[in-house]
């Protein structure tokens, strides 16, 4: 028998094969080591060796990748680098075509990262079917987020413009630090726990991917997948993507464009209730011209029916029921007209215009009731500061000196208690009530007890 014809490569033909079939079957690959061998090349393109003690592989990062690159690569540096493995067909060698690196701490953590979301993925937790629609008309909604950061005035001034009738509730917590994930995982269960709202968004400001890192803890992600109300992620920028945004029910790109995507447009709901007043107006003309047009058909039959006071009665039922008709069709105009008022007036009563007025009024009469408080304070003041006066004067020595009692000092200025303290021939100073007298002890002359 013949035998079986066997396929001849080319050299160039077989490293072309297994260039295709490495990059299809290996796909992208993450990697650590060190790097050796480091050629910046004048094209821009970088040349290098990746190894660690037991073996190196030959690595290209071309000029369009490394221009991400925030870091100046050096030998002898050990990093993280996520690659395709190809081959070099002119010399038949394999090698990684290097996508993005960082250095090996922080692509450590990025690994630990992409891990972890590879993990929570598995267990369905990012799955579409998962996620929820957001609620058309909320009736509260509430805010995860700092009550001092940029983000809660951001989306206030945006739920004010679009909703302002619709109550907003925070549920304040940290956002960035070591204690950030917990009170974020707090606030959200106690959100749950209160069910106020129809819809929770939960997030913060742009910043470092640092100061964003509480966003990818694995227990606040789990929270987020497990919350019993629908949640909007606004993390940061539009740029910026973590963990968070891929377990709520929606990611918006920022936290005002979160405020915009839980909020009804009040013009929108306006026009919407002219279009449905219209819509009412039309449809009770075209009842009413059918209950016309029903009448008209009617009278015609009872025409040609006998006796006559059958025709009467039909005549009389029938004029019954366009009486009620009509009754019915203007009540149910009247009805609608009412509705469209009481829609009407509950919007200007959510007018911040009125609670601003309501503030002002509040202000001035804490002001009027603090000067009253300030005025009843300083006359208490006042009266206590006369009290003392009165009492301070009545110990005072020169109100004891005014009424004839003398002070007699030596020459120190010590006050002489008794004519033990002097001798004859001492000079002193006898004060008074209106002077000082200088004297010259004379003789001394004890009192007998």
């Not at 804490?366 to 003392?388: D, T």
């Not at 003398?406 to 303290?421: E, F, N, P, Y």
Request: proline residues 4%; glycine residues 6%; positive net charge.
């Amino acid at each position: 028998m013949p035998e079986a014809k066997q396929t001849i490569f080319t050299v160039s033909r077989l490293n072309s094969a297994v260039r295709i079939l490495l990059e299809q079957e290996m796909g992208l690959v993450w990697l650590v080591g060190e790097i050796s061998n480091l050629v910046l090349h004048s094209s821009g393109h970088w040349y290098f060796s990746l190894k660690d003690p037991s073996a190196q592989v030959k690595a290209a990062m071309f000029r369009g990748n490394n221009r991400r690159v925030s870091f100046r690569p050096q030998d002898g540096q050990q990093v993280l680098v996520q690659a395709r493995l190809s081959l070099y067909e002119p010399r038949g060698e394999y090698q990684l075509i290097i996508e993005s690196m960082r250095p090996a701490g922080d692509g450590q953590l990025q690994l630990q990262l992409e891990q972890l979301k590879q993990r929570l993925q598995a267990e369905g937790l990012f799955a579409a079917e998962r996620k929820r629609p957001l609620p058309r008309q909320p009736q509260q909604i509430g805010l995860i987020t700092s009550p001092t950061g940029a983000a809660i005035h951001d989306m206030l001034t945006v739920l004010k413009r679009r909703a302002p009738g619709i109550p907003v509730i925070l549920y304040p917590a940290q956002v960035q630090g070591a204690q950030a994930a917990e009170q974020l995982i707090a606030a959200l269960q106690r959100a749950n726990q209160r069910d106020e709202c129809d819809v929770l968004v939960i997030g913060r400001g742009g910043g470092a991917s640092e100061d964003l890192w509480c966003f990818n803890d694995e227990r606040l992600v789990r929270a987020i997948a497990n919350s019993l109300l629908p949640i909007v992620s606004a993390v940061g920028h539009e740029s910026d993507v973590t963990l968070s945004d891929f377990a709520a029910d929606l990611r918006a790109a920022t936290p005002s464009a979160a405020a915009e995507l839980v909020s009804p447009d009040q013009s929108e709901l306006q026009q919407r209730l002219q279009a449905l007043g219209q819509r009412l107006t039309r449809v009770s003309q075209q009842a009413l011209t059918l209950g016309t047009h029903r009448l008209h058909m009617l009278q015609q039959r009872l025409q040609h029916q006998h006796p006559e006071r059958r025709l009467q009665q039909q005549q009389q039922r029938l004029d019954e029921l366009q009486g009620r008709l009509r009754l019915a069709l203007r009540q149910k105009l009247v009805d609608a007209g009412r509705r469209l008022e009481r829609a009407d007036h509950r919007l200007h009563q959510q007018s911040p215009r009125a609670r601003l007025r309501e503030a002002r009024q509040r202000l001035r009469q804490q002001q009027q009731l603090l000067q009253q408080c300030v005025q009843q304070r300083l006359e208490q003041l006042r009266h206590r500061h006369g009290l003392l006066l009165t009492r301070l004067d009545a110990i005072s020595p020169l109100a004891t000196l005014a009424r004839g009692y003398s002070i007699t000092q030596d020459a120190q200025g010590q006050v002489l208690k008794s004519v033990t303290q002097t001798a004859p021939g001492q000079r002193l100073t006898t004060r008074l009530g209106d002077g000082e007298l200088q004297v010259e002890v004379m003789q001394v002359l004890r009192m007998p007890y």
